[in-house]
């Protein structure tokens, strides 16, 4: 009897793999996707922009911005959109209210002080946690960004936090608010996130969707240019200020950011938390690295 | 005896088959009109609410490291003279956002709002292209520059040949 399960299990082991060789199944060869070429060489840090669109000098210090460049529609994507960074808009606006509830929230979560214990802060200090992720978690095995493990530590705590929701981009903006001015630091010289910034690198030159866009397409090829009435701004120092308050939208994080980027660019959109998203996240963090943390921030 | 089992095995690879090609991960509701899906963000809720987007994007390749579907190959238009195209409707056709959309990347004569990124097209009757090679740009220009950033609007089935024929006439006729 155990002779003919050994027989049964080859045989539908072998069936497995025969349908696994065909090609597009589970070929270890990639598919075949157009990159937008060449493949740029980036710095993991915000000076790298220097070499792209040379705009850094202009929004390098929030503090002295030339606001006469914030008042032309010709030139005020020459400051990256750091003019509306706080305190653009002092009053309250959609940001500061999230910012209450998240910090409500996390207070409810940490009750145990293990909320903040498997978000990797210990003794609850909080400061400075937002500018070293996305990080590896050998826990999970894989890298993930801040909203990915706010989602998982508040299950562990029984309460669903679905990465992507208000409530998590609200304690997600909590947490950053108290890394406000400290700049992003991530390590991708090695490892794990090595591996994701070099995904998320190829991610933003691979074309996608019904236009057949790359990220890079426009955001490296084509800075400065318009879209549109729309300028192109290039793709470093940009996620210091999420989860950002979108006035026309919402509390958005950069997962759900990445899914507006695609529905424009007419790409089918994946849900927040993906792997794909999760490395491009690595890749635009370490493009932000030495820019200080910036929220609640608004943005149109 | 074992039969049940190998039946249980090909129900859940045609399964896999049937199911669609977009990746597991895609945010896609395949009972939904469109499919593709758009999420809402709700006040004060732990959940992410899904709508139905606008339009079906799932037939092309996404971001997903699951997706395995090869960008479509560039493809040869084969346009045949004559030209037979309609200058007023490629112009409606060019300032349509949702059809050829040309303004958003192109500078039009007379028309407002232009992109910038798109080569010039003022005055183009004047540089003495063919409607071949005219039609073939908009087909799909990644035969005349692989590395384009132009959208393949015959390939990716985004145009008709009737469209093309059109824009073709209007970008012809642009002083």
């Known amino acids: 009897m155990s002779k003919a399960w050994t027989e049964h299990a080859t045989l539908a082991l072998g069936l497995m793999l025969l349908l696994s060789a065909q090609p597009g199944a589970a070929d270890p060869a990639e598919p075949r996707r157009e990159l937008d070429l060449p493949l740029e060489r980036y710095e993991p840090h915000v000076r790298g922009d220097l070499r792209l669109s040379g705009t850094y000098p202009l929004w390098r210090d929030r503090s002295r911005l030339d606001w006469r460049l914030a008042g032309s529609p010709e030139e005020h994507w020459k400051l990256n959109w750091k003019f509306m960074d706080p305190p653009y808009n002092s009053a309250v606006h959609g940001g500061h209210f999230a910012l209450d509830r998240g910090e409500a929230l996390y207070r409810q979560l940490d009750r145990s002080g293990r909320f903040a214990a498997c978000l990797g802060a210990p003794r609850g200090r909080l400061k400075g946690l937002r500018t070293r992720y996305p990080r590896y978690r050998a826990d999970l095995g894989r890298v993930v960004g801040l909203e990915e493990a706010i989602e998982h530590c508040a299950a562990a705590q029984g309460q669903v936090l679905e990465n992507g929701s208000y409530d998590n981009s609200a304690v997600s903006l909590y947490i950053a608010s108290l890394s406000q001015g400290l700049p992003i630091a991530i390590d991708v010289s090695r490892g794990p996130m090595r591996a994701a910034f070099e995904r998320g690198r190829r991610l933003f030159h691979t074309r996608a969707g019904r236009l057949n866009f790359a990220c890079s397409s426009c955001h490296v090829r084509n800075v400065g240019q318009m879209l549109r009435g729309s300028h192109i701004t290039t793709p470093y120092g940009d996620v210091a200020h999420y989860p950002v308050y979108r006035t026309q939208y919402m509390l958005q994080s950069l997962h759900l950011r990445l899914i507006e980027c695609n529905l424009d660019a007419g790409v089918q959109p994946l849900r927040p938390g993906s792997r794909a998203y999760t490395d491009l996240e690595v890749f635009l963090t370490a493009l932000s690295n030495g820019y200080p943390v910036s929220v609640p921030a608004e943005r149109h | ?175």
């Open chain 2, 1 to 175: 005896m074992h039969l049940p089992l190998y039946g249980l095995l090909f129900a859940g690879l045609a399964l896999c088959a049937w199911a669609g090609d977009w990746p597991a991960d895609a945010a896609v509701d395949a009972h939904a009109p469109t499919r593709t899906l758009t999420p809402k963000v709700v006040v004060n809720s732990g959940r992410l609410a899904w709508e139905p987007y606008k339009r079906d994007l799932t037939p092309w390749p996404s971001l997903s490291h699951l997706d395995r579907r090869p960008t479509p190959p560039p493809q040869a238009a084969g346009f045949t003279p004559p030209l037979r195209g309609d200058v007023a409707r490629g112009r409606a056709i060019a300032l349509d956002p949702a059809r050829g959309n040309c303004i958003a990347c192109h500078v039009l004569p007379g028309e407002d709002w232009p992109g910038s990124l798109g080569h010039l097209l003022l005055g183009y009757r004047k540089r003495g292209h063919s409607d071949a090679y005219v039609y073939q740009q908009i087909y799909d220009r990644r035969l005349i520059n692989p590395n384009t950033v132009m959208p393949p609007f015959g390939t990716f089935g985004l145009l008709t040949e009737q469209d093309i024929r059109d824009l073709t006439a209007y970008v012809q006729s642009l002083d």
